[in-house]
């Protein structure tokens, strides 16, 4: 690549960093939870026979790349430079020590023949493929037991060109279950910014078994029609940070999970210290989801400054029995809705089952959750909250929530309630007789 070229890119990455620096003074963020590192050598993709015309397929061009900077290994690592143009490919890997950049106008555009997409075991926290069982399909870009990787760039975009797959989900033709768009397994220290990602065949982003994961300045979007197409999944997976992420598809924009039922009980790895923030976006189910599959646990989840519109559910902690695991100190703060179908659920009756040895008795516990400062407009129902019986849900803590229906907070419908405990001060209209209005015993500390 000229020189020129690499020169740029050294100091568009210096200024970012340096705005990284200045940004981190004035406001919350998790930029200095994973450092973004400058590479030292730079290589392009078309020094491997890439073609950017949107006709090439350019699967073996990534592979090998990636081989060269895993065999070769430079200090201070590698960038991998996607230039602006059309770059068709089947699945490929990524390796420790290496950033992926893709260029202002560089697609990576998913080739829509399904057998360039290898099969994987499926998730031993899964027991099987999430849809069918089995194995499944590989992700179009995967990394599996890696570290100090940063996929970001100019805002170039990963096209997942997911019609084939949904297609396929909706004639019930799939034999195994649909590939992610960006995958991580048994991986550290990541990076992912300044970057489109469009069209996944499934779930976009799926960090799982993974530590010290940033995700920022990222775009998600799917139609809103589009089956399973999660924004950002964290699951089994601790350390996450993501913000100032435009999110739009057509299931939950994120949702953070820990494996289903009997696999993800043995499993035992857990989900914990989780943030979103500011994070605006639309989705028909949830905007932010924990669930349903929690079995391995969720523990310590921060959700803030987050603007949802024309979505099913704001807010929504599912779980069933047969899961076990347990979500707790869990807080929502400063959310806003615009358009939604309900405000607020937490629920212990959602979702399916792996297989029918699901254990009746793995009953999950729900602790410890505060959702603070949430304002509705055109909410058509406030929320529900229903936990299992003889398994209540214990300090729910509600505080500052206006949910207001199409025509003010008297014309929504009313709140539900069962099995739960915890307070509520300052929710409009009231949600129900079970949530105290007085702080006693310290039920909701730390809560207001
Ligand atoms: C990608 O990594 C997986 C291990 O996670 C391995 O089984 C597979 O062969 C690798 N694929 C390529 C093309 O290197
Ligand atoms: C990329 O998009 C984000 C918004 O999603 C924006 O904040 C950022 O400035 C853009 N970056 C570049 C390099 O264009
Ligand atoms: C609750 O979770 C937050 C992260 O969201 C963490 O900072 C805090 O220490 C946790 N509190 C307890 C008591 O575990």
């Given at each position: 690549m000229?020189?020129?070229?690499?020169?740029?890119?050294?100091?568009?990455?210096q200024?970012?960093?340096?705005c990284?620096?200045?940004?981190?003074?004035?406001?919350t963020?998790?930029?200095?939870?994973v450092?973004?590192?400058?590479?030292?050598?730079v290589?392009?993709i078309?020094?491997?026979?890439?073609?950017?015309?949107?006709?090439?397929l350019?699967?073996w061009?990534?592979?090998?790349a990636?081989?060269?900077?895993?065999?070769?290994?430079?200090?201070?690592?590698?960038?991998?430079?996607?230039?602006?143009?059309?770059w068709?490919t089947?699945?490929?890997?990524?390796?420790?020590?290496?950033?992926?950049?893709?260029?202002?106008?560089?697609?990576?555009k998913a080739?829509q023949?399904?057998?360039?997409?290898?099969?994987?075991d499926?998730?031993?926290?899964?027991?099987?493929?999430?849809?069918l069982?089995?194995?499944?399909?590989?992700?179009?870009?995967h990394?599996n037991?890696?570290?100090d990787?940063?996929?970001?760039?100019?805002?170039?975009?990963?096209d997942g060109q997911?019609?084939?797959w949904?297609n396929?989900?909706?004639?019930?033709?799939?034999?195994?279950?649909?590939?992610?768009l960006?995958?991580f397994?048994?991986?550290?220290?990541?990076?992912?910014?300044?970057i489109?990602?469009?069209?996944?065949?499934?779930?976009?982003?799926?960090?799982v078994?993974?530590?010290?994961?940033?995700?920022?300045?990222?775009?998600?979007?799917?139609?809103?029609?589009?089956?399973?197409?999660?924004?950002?999944?964290?699951?089994?997976?601790?350390?996450?940070?993501?913000?100032d992420a435009?999110?739009?598809?057509g299931?939950?924009?994120v949702?953070?999970?820990?494996?289903?039922d009997e696999y993800g009980i043995?499993?035992g790895?857990?989900?914990?210290?989780?943030?979103?923030?500011?994070?605006?976006?639309?989705s028909?189910f949830?905007?932010?989801?924990?669930?349903?599959?929690a079995s391995?646990g969720?523990?310590?989840?921060?959700v803030?400054?987050v603007?949802?519109?024309?979505?099913?559910?704001?807010?929504h902690?599912?779980?069933?029995?047969?899961?076990?695991?347990?979500?707790?100190?869990?807080?929502?703060a400063?959310v806003?809705?615009?358009?939604v179908?309900?405000g607020?659920?937490i629920?212990?009756d959602?979702g399916?089952?792996p297989?029918?040895?699901?254990?009746?008795?793995a009953?999950?516990?729900v602790d410890g959750?505060?959702?603070r400062?949430?304002w509705?407009?055109?909410v058509q129902?406030?929320?529900?909250?229903?936990?299992?019986?003889?398994?209540?849900?214990?300090?729910?803590?509600?505080?500052?929530?206006?949910?207001?229906?199409?025509?003010g907070?008297?014309s929504?419908?009313?709140w539900?309630?069962a099995?739960?405990?915890g307070a509520?001060f300052?929710?409009?209209?009231w949600?129900?007789a079970?949530?105290a209005t007085?702080l006693?015993?310290?039920?909701?500390?730390?809560a207001?």
């Amino acid at each position: 690549m000229a020189l020129h070229v690499f020169v740029i890119l050294l100091a568009t990455l210096q200024i970012h960093s340096q705005c990284g620096v200045v940004v981190g003074v004035t406001e919350t963020t998790c930029a200095d939870a994973v450092p973004m590192r400058l590479r030292r050598e730079v290589i392009s993709i078309t020094d491997f026979g890439g073609v950017g015309d949107g006709r090439t397929l350019n699967t073996w061009p990534f592979r090998k790349a990636v081989y060269r900077i895993q065999h070769l290994r430079r200090r201070g690592g590698t960038l991998l430079y996607v230039p602006p143009g059309i770059w068709l490919t089947g699945s490929f890997n990524l390796t420790s020590h290496m950033t992926l950049f893709l260029a202002r106008g560089a697609v990576i555009k998913a080739t829509q023949d399904t057998w360039n997409w290898p099969l994987m075991d499926p998730l031993p926290s899964y027991g099987r493929g999430r849809e069918l069982p089995g194995g499944r399909y590989t992700s179009l870009i995967h990394g599996n037991g890696i570290s100090d990787v940063i996929i970001t760039g100019e805002n170039g975009t990963i096209d997942g060109q997911g019609e084939v797959w949904w297609n396929m989900w909706r004639q019930r033709t799939l034999h195994y279950t649909r590939p992610n768009l960006l995958e991580f397994m048994n991986s550290r220290d990541i990076i992912i910014s300044n970057i489109v990602f469009r069209d996944s065949p499934f779930w976009n982003i799926h960090p799982v078994y993974c530590s010290n994961v940033v995700i920022k300045y990222v775009t998600i979007l799917a139609p809103y029609d589009s089956p399973n197409t999660d924004g950002i999944d964290p699951d089994s997976s601790s350390n996450v940070c993501i913000e100032d992420a435009y999110i739009s598809t057509g299931d939950d924009l994120v949702a953070v999970k820990s494996g289903w039922d009997e696999y993800g009980i043995a499993f035992g790895r857990p989900s914990w210290s989780v943030t979103v923030r500011r994070l605006t976006g639309s989705s028909p189910f949830s905007g932010i989801a924990i669930g349903s599959e929690a079995s391995g646990g969720v523990d310590g989840v921060l959700v803030e400054d987050v603007h949802l519109f024309n979505t099913g559910i704001g807010i929504h902690i599912k779980t069933n029995i047969g899961r076990g695991g347990y979500i707790r100190n869990v807080t929502f703060a400063n959310v806003v809705m615009h358009n939604v179908r309900k405000g607020i659920r937490i629920a212990g009756d959602v979702g399916d089952h792996p297989d029918e040895y699901f254990n009746r008795y793995a009953v999950p516990m729900v602790d410890g959750v505060t959702i603070r400062n949430v304002w509705g407009q055109n909410v058509q129902q406030p929320g529900s909250i229903e936990g299992i019986k003889n398994a209540p849900f214990t300090r729910i803590c509600l505080s500052n929530v206006k949910l207001w229906g199409a025509g003010g907070w008297q014309s929504s419908a009313p709140w539900r309630c069962a099995e739960v405990s915890g307070a509520a001060f300052g929710v409009r209209p009231w949600p129900c007789a079970q949530l105290a209005t007085t702080l006693t015993g310290g039920i909701c500390s730390g809560a207001v």
